[in-house]
């Protein structure tokens, strides 16, 4: 019975719901029909557009995440150097006290005793990390600073193994010298030929020379009886064809600047060089290419190669033989046939 009267109240309960329903229909068709709306199918749309669109946003979400290599790895931290509290080791400020901490010092180039070599180094070459004088000594025997084969990446317990000699060389003083000829008069010879009077400013010594000849490093070039200042020689300096014109009666008032060059291998002076002079250290050929206030520029003539001489220092001269004498330049040299300026 039970059953039945609730079959009898489902019943009339959905009877009462579809004519709701009914009256709300027909109360919206007379609504739709005041404002005249009829409606219209849907278009049918390409969604591959769409997809691709989709398909891209789907590929950037599921993009891996990168992960930070302290996610399964307990981090490094230190004392705060002003709070104590425990901060991130590499650290520039303490998030806590915001007090600026000590730069992180790298193992690979700690130099504790400051003398150019890293303590790494130095323990492997079996020096004292803490002693800066062990960079001024020589391991093997080589001549060389253990500073100096460490600059160059050579093995200073190996006597084969050594830099350039040219890091060996210093700049002993730079002076200007005069130019020393000087034209005074011309002869005319029985044959026709000329032949041309030099005198050292100096008065020390006369060279008669015809063209063709050179004399003290210079070739008598050419000669002009009618020549803008008057009766003019040109000489041309055999190093680096240079010309240097001789007006008849009248010194040459310019100077060119002479170098010397020691080795602080072999503790002695090289000749006498002058701007765009060649000359021979440890077999190999280099030119003057430039002179500064405190250093001279060379040019290794095979490679082009440019290296900077600097002056020599007062421990370096302190250290040269006090009784080797500058060594006399060779007239080529010199060009001036006078020896050293020095």
């Not at 278009?43 to 997809?51: A, G, K, M, S």
């Not at 008849?248 to 006498?272: C, D, H, M, N, Y």
Request: hydrophobic share 40%; with cysteine.
């Amino acid at each position: 019975m039970l059953l039945l009267l609730a079959l009898i109240a489902l019943l009339f309960s959905s009877a009462w719901l579809v004519k709701d329903i009914q009256a709300d229909k027909e109360r919206a068709a007379l609504s739709l029909a005041r404002v005249g709306w009829r409606g219209h199918p849907v278009p049918i749309r390409d969604t591959v557009p769409f997809d691709a669109v989709l398909e891209d946003a789907r590929s950037v979400a599921a993009a891996p995440l990168a992960v930070s290599p302290r996610t399964m790895v307990s981090e490094v931290r230190v004392s705060c150097v002003k709070c104590g509290r425990p901060i991130v080791y590499d650290a520039t400020e303490c998030p806590f006290c915001l007090a600026e901490q000590p730069p992180i010092i790298d193992i690979e180039t700690l130099d504790t005793d400051g003398d150019g070599i890293p303590d790494r180094v130095e323990l492997d070459w079996g020096l004292n990390p803490q002693d800066k004088t062990d960079a001024a000594q020589d391991l093997d025997g080589d001549g060389f600073t253990n500073l100096e084969e460490y600059r160059a990446g050579t093995d200073p317990r190996d006597p084969e193994s050594m830099p350039d000699p040219v890091i060996k060389l210093r700049v002993a003083g730079i002076r200007a010298v005069p130019f020393v000829l000087r034209y005074v008069g011309t002869q005319q010879m029985p044959g026709g030929s000329k032949r041309f009077l030099l005198n050292l400013q100096s008065l020390q010594r006369s060279y008669f020379a015809k063209l063709g000849d050179i004399v003290l490093g210079y070739k008598v070039e050419t000669h002009d009886p009618q020549g803008k200042n008057g009766e003019t020689l040109t000489l041309v300096r055999q190093s680096d064809q240079r010309p240097v014109v001789l007006v008849k009666g009248r010194p040459v008032t310019e100077q060119e600047l002479a170098i010397l060059f020691v080795s602080l291998l072999e503790r002695r002076p090289l000749p006498v060089q002058r701007l765009n002079d060649v000359f021979v250290f440890h077999d190999v050929n280099y030119k003057v290419v430039d002179i500064r206030r405190d250093s001279v520029v060379i040019q290794k003539v095979e490679t082009g190669e440019k290296v900077t001489i600097p002056q020599i220092s007062g421990d370096e001269r302190s250290a040269m033989t006090p009784s080797t004498p500058p060594a006399a330049a060779p007239a080529a040299a010199a060009g001036a046939g006078t020896g050293s300026p020095w």
